[in-house]
């Protein structure tokens, strides 16, 4: 089997995963310009914890397997700083990654909606476990009102991207 994956790879088992360019673009991926110090190490964290779900999903999606491993970390880290509320690709992260907008534009939307499908989920799982029958009704008015706040970010930060 490995012979048979070997080949498959042309032997050039040098390239580079989507999660080793990830774990080099994570480095510079918050700057002063987006934070305080302090906050800085609390943000990088929270980056890594989206961009790393977010990339096991990635996996199973044949149409990314046409991009560069490096446009697919790159597409995940301005997703991540969009869900952060940061600036989705300030000057220093496209001097980082060497991808400017128009390169990761056919990336961004399955990355997005990787991303909602998430959130729903966990919504749902988090309400088909009531503790109590009426707490699941309180439970889901809360979760249906977050769910449409996210997704009224997510179509602003789309909006702010594609316009």
Sequence with gaps: MEVIILKSMNFQVHLPTVATTIDYLLEGSISMQDCKVEEMVVLKRELRKYVDKVL????????????????????????????????????????????????????????????????????????????????????????DDKRIHRKKSNRSAQRMLFD
């Design 56 to 143: 096991n999903k990635t996996l199973d999606i044949v149409f990314l397997r046409q991009f560069r491993p490096s446009c697919i970390a790159a597409t995940l880290i301005v997703a991540g700083r969009i869900s952060l509320e940061l600036s989705p690709m300030p000057p220093h992260f496209i001097l980082l990654s060497g991808y400017s907008f128009e390169e990761i534009k056919d990336v961004m939307p399955i990355i997005l909606n990787l991303q909602q499908e998430d959130d729903l989920c966990s919504i749902y799982s988090q309400i088909a476990t009531p503790e109590h029958p009426t707490d699941a009704i309180d439970k889901q008015i809360v979760m």
